[in-house]
Protein backbone atom coordinates (compact mmCIF):
# COMPACT_ATOMS: atom_id res chain seq x y z
CA UNK A 1 0.00 0.00 0.00
CA UNK A 2 1.26 3.38 -0.70
CA UNK A 3 1.40 6.51 1.33
CA UNK A 4 0.90 9.21 -1.27
CA UNK A 5 -2.43 9.42 -3.39
CA UNK A 6 -2.49 8.57 -6.77
CA UNK A 7 -4.59 11.00 -7.91
CA UNK A 8 -2.10 14.40 -7.69
CA UNK A 9 0.73 12.21 -9.27
CA UNK A 10 -1.60 11.15 -12.09
CA UNK A 11 -2.15 14.95 -12.75
CA UNK A 12 1.58 15.85 -12.66
CA UNK A 13 2.31 13.38 -15.22
CA UNK A 14 -1.28 14.25 -17.38
CA UNK A 15 0.44 18.17 -16.52
CA UNK A 16 4.00 17.08 -18.23
CA UNK A 17 2.29 15.95 -20.64
CA UNK A 18 0.83 12.55 -21.03
CA UNK A 19 -2.54 11.70 -22.15
CA UNK A 20 -3.56 8.83 -20.61
CA UNK A 21 -2.09 6.43 -18.36
CA UNK A 22 -2.59 3.13 -17.10
CA UNK A 23 -3.15 2.17 -13.93
CA UNK A 24 0.01 -0.17 -13.61
CA UNK A 25 2.02 2.77 -14.81
CA UNK A 26 0.58 5.04 -11.95
CA UNK A 27 1.30 2.82 -9.53
CA UNK A 28 4.97 2.44 -10.93
CA UNK A 29 5.49 6.38 -10.82
CA UNK A 30 4.07 6.64 -7.18
CA UNK A 31 6.28 3.37 -6.00
CA UNK A 32 8.87 5.41 -7.60
CA UNK A 33 7.93 8.86 -6.04
CA UNK A 34 7.90 7.52 -3.04
CA UNK A 35 11.36 5.77 -2.80
CA UNK A 36 12.74 8.92 -4.39
CA UNK A 37 11.08 10.97 -1.33
CA UNK A 38 12.49 8.68 1.27
CA UNK A 39 16.09 8.86 -0.05
CA UNK A 40 15.79 12.80 -0.12
CA UNK A 41 14.63 13.14 2.98
CA UNK A 42 17.37 10.90 4.36
CA UNK A 43 20.02 13.09 2.88
CA UNK A 44 17.61 15.74 4.18
CA UNK A 45 18.19 14.69 7.46
CA UNK A 46 21.55 13.95 7.69
CA UNK A 47 22.67 17.64 6.69
CA UNK A 48 20.51 19.25 9.52
CA UNK A 49 22.11 16.39 12.09
CA UNK A 50 25.40 17.38 10.53
CA UNK A 51 23.88 21.28 11.67
CA UNK A 52 23.40 19.98 14.94
CA UNK A 53 20.05 20.41 14.12
CA UNK A 54 16.58 17.92 14.64
CA UNK A 55 14.60 20.70 12.52
CA UNK A 56 14.63 19.82 8.39
CA UNK A 57 14.91 23.74 7.41
CA UNK A 58 14.58 25.02 3.56
CA UNK A 59 18.04 24.85 3.01
CA UNK A 60 18.95 21.81 4.01
CA UNK A 61 16.57 20.60 0.93
CA UNK A 62 18.66 23.11 -1.03
CA UNK A 63 21.72 21.81 -0.36
CA UNK A 64 21.06 18.28 -0.82
CA UNK A 65 19.54 19.17 -4.54
CA UNK A 66 22.47 20.75 -5.68
CA UNK A 67 24.62 18.29 -4.70
CA UNK A 68 22.30 15.78 -6.08
CA UNK A 69 22.90 17.72 -9.51
CA UNK A 70 26.14 17.70 -9.55
CA UNK A 71 26.52 13.70 -9.53
CA UNK A 72 23.39 13.47 -12.39
Known amino acids: MTEIPKAPVTRIVKNAGAE ?21 AEAVIEVAKHAGRKTIQPDDVDVVLKVEKLFN
Open 20 to 40: RISKDAEEKIVEAVEAYTAKL
